[in-house]
């Protein structure tokens, strides 16, 4: 790593993806794109971490289904953890995150608009081209995310703790409001936002915490 930081005044890219056919495809796109810039890659979030620290990377480019640590299981929580902590870390890198499920990014919406950095997210499935012109997007501090993750409302924490504890973690609603250390009336109001939010309806014949789960899932709230 000795080279590494001799070298701190380059251009640092970071490119962090577990699968390495896609960063065989996306470093080299990277390369002739910005040729004057060093890429790095790591294949999971403690990786990443390390490198960032020692390198302090312009460019973030990561996808959100990584592992916490090398042979273990990928997963969205994992890179939804790194993006928030670069958001709201004092490096403020540009960040570009790249996954074939960017749902999740709902969770992080109202830290994204106030990023200090640019912020592009897109889906793996789009053209190299494509994909390039988002990220030059976010290196030039614009923000961009699309129209699926933009339309969507902002969740107050914790709702989404709520969400998580309820769905995740299998508790009651009086365990959960014993865990998030509020009353049960809190709770309750907090289902109604929640309900308004996802823009559902009340039907008898619907069981609604039900429905709130399903449409949580679908647009990437809990997993």
Request: no cysteine; charged share 25%.
């Amino acid at each position: 790593m000795d080279s590494i930081k001799k070298a701190a005044h380059k251009q640092w890219f970071l490119v962090v993806d577990d699968h390495e056919a896609v960063l065989q495809g996306t470093v080299p796109a990277l390369k002739k794109a910005y040729p004057q810039a060093e890429i790095l890659t790591a294949q999971d979030y403690r990786s990443a971490i390390q490198l960032v620290d020692q390198v302090q990377p312009e460019l973030m480019v990561v996808d959100l289904s990584i592992p916490q640590r090398a042979g273990e299981i990928a997963t969205p929580d994992v890179g939804l953890q790194l993006v928030e902590q670069l958001l709201t870390g004092e490096l403020s890198p540009n960040i570009a995150v790249l996954s074939t499920d960017i749902n999740p990014l709902v969770r992080l919406k109202a830290m994204i608009k106030g990023y200090e950095g640019g912020f592009a997210a897109m889906d793996k499935s789009l053209p190299l081209q494509e994909m390039l012109n988002y990220i030059d997007f976010a290196m030039r501090g614009s923000v961009y995310l699309p129209q699926k993750v933009k339309v969507r409302p902002e969740f107050h924490p914790k709702w989404l703790e709520l969400l998580q504890l309820r769905f995740q973690e299998g508790l009651t609603d009086k365990a959960v409001a014993k865990r998030m250390g509020t009353s049960d009336r809190t709770i309750r109001n907090y289902w109604v936002r929640i309900q308004d939010a996802l823009l559902i309806g009340d039907e008898p014949d619907k069981d609604l915490k039900v429905q709130i789960e399903i449409e949580a899932r679908k647009i990437g709230l809990i997993h």
